[in-house]
């Protein structure tokens, strides 16, 4: 491991720390009812066990090989420009989303992705989106009854 997993570490044991401590001013509540502070409380605390993990391992290797010059960080294009489009479609789906409609937005979205992040063809980012378009409709509208805007197709 390199020298910053170190560094990493101590961040990660103090965010969960920070996190634990600051939430657990929210009631607990019971097993029955859970209040607000059970996520947070054991999410702080599995953030701060990880850390203290890497931590552990970072000192272990540091202790037995020496720790290795890290190369700067250097993103190759292709894969920064697929973070780059997958932001912009995440991004533009949440500007449309009111207008387009959940169904729309959703279709748009996922063959946008398929076409240009792990370019498929055209017929199997169709079918794939349109399958993901409404399993999604059918899992929040009629399994979890949730209001999802209609947009232009009014569904």
Known sequence: MKKRDL??????????????I?????????LAHPG???????????????GVIVFFQARKARE??????????SPNRAATRRVVFCLAGMTLSAVLFETLGFVLTMF????????????QKWK?????????????????????????????LGF
């Open 7 to 20: 560094g990493m570490a101590v961040f990660w044991v103090l965010l969960g720390i920070t996190i634990s």
């Open 108 to 119: 748009l979205m996922i063959l946008f992705m398929m076409r240009t992040i792990a370019p």
């Open 64 to 73: 037995e090989g020496g720790v290795k010059p890290s190369a700067p960080p």
């Open 36 to 50: 607000p502070a059970y996520f947070p409380v054991g999410l702080g605390l599995v953030i701060t066990i990880f």
């Open 22 to 30: 600051g939430s657990s001013r929210f009631p607990f509540g019971g």
């Open 124 to 152: 199997t980012a169709l079918f794939y989106s349109v399958v993901s378009a409404l399993g999604s409709l059918f899992v929040f509208k009629v399994l979890l009854k949730t209001q999802l805007p209609g947009g232009l």
